[in-house]
């Protein structure tokens, strides 16, 4: 078996090791495997995650509190004062064994993301081990996020398709209110009336939606988790909302998830009295830490954010007189900028404004151009397959699905993973798109439902064409920017292995 | 760094029977050799720790330890008691005293000498090289050999 233990005592400098020396003696007796960490005065080099994840049972032989125990947590626990260590390791070890036989469908509360998680990296210890070098850490940190977020994007991505399938598409106001073809509604507001005022559609529009609003949440938190461990979650998650709610799109999830792990990170070096120690991870890391990601998500990214919208929209508002196909163009660029996010907000409000004032060319350019970003991706992943984490090409696969849907949602796991690659490429796909759709002169009668529609576009075939050239030239420019990024990737992985490992 | 043991440091023969008699004499042996500056201040130090936890351990081991302002550098005194001086272990009386003084700021490099003494201490031959050691240097050429690798 292979056990991970933690030895500490009060002034560190004789128990700590003696027990650490004690217990490794007992488990190589017994055939086991183990690492100890040694949280005493001479320090000690931390047990790696991936040394946690692979132990069957965790000692702690300790007299004083162990410093961020919340590493181990679901992990079956033997706990013991330091002497108890020294004068029987072997009966520790003993212990700790029978912890591990024992409880085996308590470890797959650790384990559970092996499955999911062949893909290699931090999808398997779900947290990133320190040491690697800047580049591939923050790569690292952007994964974790998105390896959670995805089962999200995935889920109700596809209850939403399926709600616009056999729904159609006023089903979305129909369950959230708003205008469709002329028709005012007034939506559901008790979720008891959904299914009897909106039907089956309705209600998987509602799960489905309600899946999409912790995209940014989940993304955000899981980011600051990949950072910074448990302590990171919930100034992630409460970051993450407040991106949504001043409607940041998973850009602001992005920065409100690494602001909060960098803060915790911050706050978890501070050497604090031993007596206030137990309570930090727990209590004080995350109340400043929300504290000071909410402040700084509200007041310093939120105002900007609302004004800089204020300005784009009447901007575009000044533009109507110019060449239509390149109105088309610049919508495509703006819908997959942040796919969802606020610059998107503008881009689809100038369209469902056009439409409602009876123009339905902007809008068939707008919804085509928000089709091509998940299309384009699982293209790519398709056609290259081994430049794409396994997670990554199961995003792909929904990314059909979800691109046919205008669910330019589906795009989110790759950009998050990825941004400088992923974003350009998706933005010069969707403004072929756009310009296509004005210059091929399709419209749209819906404000969305993409495919399943398509009853309501004008010149349906052109409008398909102008959604593939969008869909092929989003692959071949991620194909490319890929390509060019990996030379850098692979010397940033080099750096990883060779470099020191660092304190977290 | 100074040396971890010398054999000025060594008591082969313990006349104390109480640990307050037995780490007094230790701890003077360790003033005399320079490596504390203020018995009584590493005196209440070590106390201290001791009333903590005891640092008897079962097997005849006693180790008063304590990080300590007035110690200069790590260093080991070492003490054999024929009778016995209770550490407070459950299975009797220490046989066996390490009095470990650790410098208050000792860097790593310190502390990590005082680690690797701590491991060794656990290790039945080591024990018992130590009962049978027949003079001062025997201990202090010991020490040497299997804490410091040399």
């Not at chain 1, 310093?300 to 390149?326: F, K, N």
């Not at chain 2, 640092?55 to 080991?76: D, F, K, N, Q, Y």
């Amino acid at each position: 078996m292979r056990f991970v233990a933690v030895t500490s005592c009060p002034t560190g400098i004789a128990h700590t090791y003696m027990a650490a020396e004690s217990l490794e003696q007992a488990a190589k007796a017994a055939g086991h495997e183990i690492a100890v960490e040694t949280q005493g005065a001479a320090g000690s080099a931390p047990l790696t995650a991936q040394q946690i994840a692979e132990a069957d049972a965790v000692v702690f032989a300790a007299d004083v509190d162990v410093r961020d125990r919340e590493r181990f947590a679901g992990k079956p626990t033997v706990t013991a004062g330091v002497k108890a260590a020294i004068n029987d390791g072997a009966g520790l070890i003993a212990e700790a064994s029978r912890a591990a036989e024992s409880a085996e469908p308590a470890e797959s509360v650790a384990g559970e993301e092996t499955p999911a998680g062949a893909a290699p990296g931090p999808e398997l210890a779900g947290k990133v081990e320190g040491g690697a070098g800047a580049g591939t850490r923050v790569r690292q940190w952007l994964m974790t996020g998105v390896s959670y977020m995805i089962p999200f994007v995935a889920a109700g991505g596809i209850l939403i398709a399926i709600a616009f399938m056999i729904g159609g598409a006023e089903i979305a106001a129909i369950v959230d209110g708003g205008e469709y073809r002329g028709v005012q509604y007034e939506g559901v507001a008790e979720l008891s009336d959904l299914f009897g005022q909106a039907g089956i559609a309705g209600v998987l529009f509602k799960i489905g939606s309600t899946a999409f609003e912790m995209l940014v949440p989940i993304l955000s938190g899981f980011i600051a988790f990949g950072m910074a461990d448990r302590p990171g979650i919930a100034p992630g998650v409460v970051g993450g909302l407040l991106a949504s709610a001043i409607g940041a799109g998973f850009l602001g999830g992005l920065v409100s998830g690494l602001l909060a792990g960098a803060v915790v990170m911050g706050l978890k070096r501070l050497r604090v009295p031993r007596g206030v120690a137990g309570v930090m991870p727990v209590v004080v890391i995350p109340l400043i830490a929300t504290l000071v990601v909410g402040l700084l998500m509200i007041v310093v990214v939120g105002e900007p954010i609302a004004a800089v919208q204020t300005g784009m929209t009447d901007w575009l508002s000044g533009l109507s007189g110019g060449a239509a196909w390149l109105l088309g163009g610049l919508l495509g660029l703006m819908m997959a900028f942040d796919m969802g996010g606020p610059v998107n907000k503008v881009a689809y409000t100038f369209g469902l404004a056009a439409l409602a004032s009876g123009d339905t060319l902007i809008m068939a350019a707008v919804m085509a151009a928000g089709m091509t970003p998940p299309l384009g991706l699982a293209l790519a992943t398709v056609v290259r397959a081994r430049l794409f984490t396994r997670a990554e090409r199961q995003a792909g696969q929904a990314g059909w699905l979800l691109g046919l849907s205008f669910i330019t949602e589906g795009a989110i796991p790759f950009a998050a993973a990825d941004p400088f690659r992923v974003i350009p490429s998706v933005m010069v796909g969707s403004a072929t798109t756009g310009a296509l759709a004005v210059a091929f002169g399709t419209t749209s009668l819906a404000p969305h439902g993409g495919i399943w529609v398509v009853g309501l576009i004008g010149s349906p075939l052109l409008y398909l064409l102008a959604i593939a050239a969008g869909t092929a030239v989003t692959c071949g420019c991620l194909l490319v920017a890929k390509n060019i990024g990996r030379n850098r990737t692979g010397t940033a992985t080099t750096s990883a292995a060779t470099a020191e490992p660092v304190t977290v | 760094m100074a040396e971890l043991i010398t054999a000025d440091l060594v008591d082969l023969d313990l006349a104390g029977t109480e640990r307050a008699e037995v780490t007094g004499d230790l701890a003077r042996r360790l003033a005399g050799a320079g490596r504390v500056t203020d018995v009584d201040g590493f005196l209440a130090d070590l106390r201290r720790r001791e009333e903590q936890m005891p640092t008897g351990l079962e097997g005849g081991i006693g180790i008063p330890h304590a990080r300590s302002a007035h110690v200069t550098e790590p260093t080991l005194a070492f003490g054999r008691s024929e009778s016995g001086v209770d550490f407070g272990a459950a299975d009797g009386p220490a046989h066996l005293i390490f009095l470990i003084a650790a410098p208050e700021g000792g860097g790593d490099e310190h502390m990590t000498v005082l680690a690797s003494l701590a491991r060794r201490l656990v290790h039945e031959s080591f024990r018992q090289s130590l009962h049978t050691a027949p003079d001062a240097d025997a201990v202090v050429e010991l020490v040497r050999r299997e804490v410091l690798g040399r």
